[in-house]
Structures are given as structure tokens and as C-alpha cells.
């Protein structure tokens, strides 16, 4: 034990040391490598002029640079803001959320991402896992220090009349160290954990501040519920989409995304929005047409229900008068 906490002293330099090189890494190079890792391509406004017309306005409100666009080919309806700065901050769409959401609940959603760049979620996001890799590297350590005393004290205690005693000692050492390595490893997830869910809430409440429309949010979380799923996405990168069903589920402690219908609520609690249940679009391709099955037939007669109906209280048409 005294030898473990001897060590110490050279250990913190040395997981300071990581963490700088690290936090460096990800600070210079941030952008790039998201980008790589989740397949998204950088748009402009003649490529996606509702996109970037709707950023735009909403940039514009609050005063803030228009933020780099990007969008990933995929059917999935999701989204994620990421720069570590004001000035290099990026919102990445998917096909699949440009295709489903109408131009409100598209607002909504662009609102809730500027939100996360206007509050630096993406910054703290590293900071935190910068940290959250400290405690762990530091843990390690302290793992290997105590079990390789606990080995030597065992190998001591063998060949002296009181080997038993020394046996217990040195494992008692190095079940400390673990349950000591685990605590730190789970209560630094834990701490990631509850500040993404925390500033999920924050960016739904800053999409209704920017839109004054929380019925728009509240339609296009219902929407999104069941289509989030992002393929082959690292987990390093989920935590920071609009929503992330695979780690909304489990124990509140380790979800990354409140539950959809948590989030509902709240906003209907706290910013007075009706829980619509939205209809849910046709079925689209990645270029943004209806399918086959979807696309109406242009032989086909037309529907009397969706005729306009007449008005009882209207008075009937002058008859054409008398000949003669």
C-alpha cells in the first residue's frame, strides 16, 4: 500500500501528460475527425438551400456566425452539432431527418443544434472526457502499483512461517485497488453521462427560446422516436446526436439522451407545447421523391373525401331570370 501511493506522485505528471497530448489532438483536429468518423460531407447553399436558408435566419437571430453544414447519406432522422468554438461551430443533418421533417419541425431541430454550439456542449463534451480519461489512467495505475506489491509481499510471505497472513494481506491490497479503480471509472461515466442528458433538456428548451414554436419540437422528437439509429456510428460520436435510442435505454446513470417521451414531457410541462402526434410522412427515397408504392397514380380518379365540402350557409346562386 505504501509503495502504491509512493507511486503517485510520478503518476499524476505522467496522466497529465496524456490528457494534454490528447485534448490537443482532439482541439486542432476535432472537425476533421468527426467528419471521417461519421461519413458526413460539407454542403452549400446552391446544394441545400432549405437547409442553409433555415440556419441561416436562425444564426441571424441571435447574433451568431453561420455555422458550417454538413450532411450524412443516410435514411436515419438524427443530427448532432460539433466545434469546440463559436466560430468553428458545424451542424451535420441526415438525409433521412431533411426528408421527414417539415420546414417548423426541421427549425425546431436546427434551433435545438444551435443551441448546443451557443452553450459550448461540444467543448464540454471533450473537456469531460479528457477528464473522465485522467481517472482512469490514474486508476490503472494505482491497479498495477498495488498488484505488483501485493505479488512481491506474497512472495515474501511464502517462504516465512507466516505465509497465510501475507497471502490474505497482499489480496485484500489488490481487491482495494480494484473496487477503488472501479468506483473512479464509474462515477467519471456516470458524470459524462448526466452532463450530455442535461444539456439535452438545455437545447430543446433554447429551440423553443429561438423558434417561440415548442409544438414544432415536440412533433419533430415524435417523428425522429424509432428512426435514430445511426449504423457503424462510434460511441464517442452518439453522445452528441439529437437523440440516441441505443444509449437512452438502461439505467438513468449511464444514458447519454433522455427518453423521447421524457423530453416530450418536459417541454409540455415547462413550455406549454400540445404532445401532438405527428403523421408520419410518406415513404422517401435518399433524393427526396416519393417511392413507387407512395407516389400517386396519375390514372387514378380522384378522391370525393378530400373534395372541398359545400357550405350550408351559403345562399344559393340567382336563378337566370325570365325570357320575355
Request: aromatic content about 4%; overall charge positive; charged content about 15%.
Amino acid at each position: 500500500m505504501q509503495q502504491s501511493l509512493a507511486m503517485l506522485p510520478a503518476a499524476f505528471p505522467v496522466a497529465l501528460v496524456i490528457a494534454c497530448v490528447w485534448f490537443a489532438i482532439a482541439w486542432l483536429a476535432n472537425q476533421r475527425i468527426i467528419d471521417a468518423m461519421a461519413g458526413a460531407t460539407p454542403v452549400t447553399r446552391d446544394q441545400e438551400r432549405r437547409l442553409y436558408d433555415l440556419t441561416e435566419t436562425l444564426a441571424i437571430s441571435r447574433g451568431m456566425r453561420m455555422p458550417r453544414l454538413a450532411v450524412i447519406e443516410t435514411e436515419a432522422m438524427n443530427a448532432y452539432a460539433s466545434g469546440l468554438t463559436l466560430d468553428k461551430g458545424a451542424i451535420t443533418v441526415t438525409r433521412g431527418l431533411l426528408n421527414a421533417l417539415n420546414p417548423a419541425e426541421l427549425r425546431a431541430v436546427l434551433a435545438h443544434e444551435l443551441t448546443h454550439i451557443r452553450n459550448g456542449d461540444a467543448r464540454l463534451a471533450v473537456i469531460a472526457a479528457v477528464f473522465a480519461g485522467v481517472i482512469s489512467v490514474a486508476g490503472e495505475l494505482l491497479i498495477r502499483g498495488m498488484t505488483r506489491g501485493g505479488a512481491r509481499r506474497a512472495a515474501r510471505a511464502s517462504s516465512s512461517s507466516s505465509s497465510n497472513r501475507g497471502k490474505g494481506g497482499a489480496g485484500a491490497l489488490v481487491l482495494v485497488a480494484l473496487a477503488v479503480a472501479a468506483l473512479a471509472w464509474v462515477l467519471s461515466i456516470a458524470l459524462r453521462m448526466a452532463l450530455s442528458r442535461n444539456r439535452e433538456y438545455l437545447a430543446d428548451a433554447g429551440a423553443v427560446e429561438l423558434t417561440t414554436d415548442p409544438d414544432a419540437m415536440v412533433t419533430a422528437l415524435r417523428k425522429i422516436s424509432g428512426q435514430t439509429e445511426m449504423q457503424g456510428m462510434p460511441s464517442q460520436l452518439r453522445a452528441m446526436l439529437l437523440h440516441d435510442g441505443a444509449n437512452s435505454l438502461g439505467p438513468d446513470w449511464f444514458a447519454t439522451h433522455p427518453p423521447i417521451e421524457a423530453r416530450v414531457q418536459a417541454l409540455v410541462r415547462n413550455a406549454g407545447a400540445r404532445d401532438i402526434m405527428p403523421e408520419l410522412p410518406a415513404p422517401l427515397s435518399l433524393d427526396g421523391a416519393l417511392s413507387p408504392a407512395a407516389a400517386p397514380s396519375a390514372a387514378a380518379p380522384p378522391n370525393p373525401a378530400s373534395s372541398p365540402l359545400a357550405n350550408p350557409w351559403q345562399p344559393p346562386p340567382p336563378s337566370p331570370p325570365a325570357p320575355g
